[in-house]
């Protein structure tokens, strides 16, 4: 029996997947649950519909991100932050600041060698972003404001 997903099924699949599964499965549990439909409804046409929107979008989602990281490959970001005489922050330069200069989603970034990052003093410091498929390095430029 052939059934079009509509919903998310753990252990099965996602939202406009085809699926091929025994027909008791399919007519006790997921029809009946509203989980998938068959392939002869016409609510199949407007998940298939969805699904091709949804692709379109990552697609797109997926190309402005690849232009963000080629942006700030090898690149210096620079903060200007107050600091003692010590060269001590008064407060710490984390993922969320990092995220906003580069103008990303702070879950959008993940850190290459941990993935707690806090930088408390002035200086410079190398870091590598890990994008998936694309790891990026860049040093993080912390000054004194004056």
Partial sequence: MKVILIKDVAGLGGIGQIKDIKP??????????GFAVLPSDPKAQEIMIFKKENQNLEKQKSQQKIQQIDKIAGKNLVFIIKADSGGNLY??????????????????????????????????????????KEKVSIKIVIKKES
């Fill in 91 to 132: 407060g710490s330069i984390g993922k969320k600041e990092i995220a906003k200069k580069i103008g990303l989603d702070e879950d959008e970034i993940k850190f290459d060698n941990s993935s707690r990052i806090s930088f408390k003093k002035v200086g410079t410091y190398p870091l590598t972003l890990d994008f998936g």
């Fill in 24 to 33: 008791g499965y399919g007519r006790n549990y997921l029809l009946r649950k």
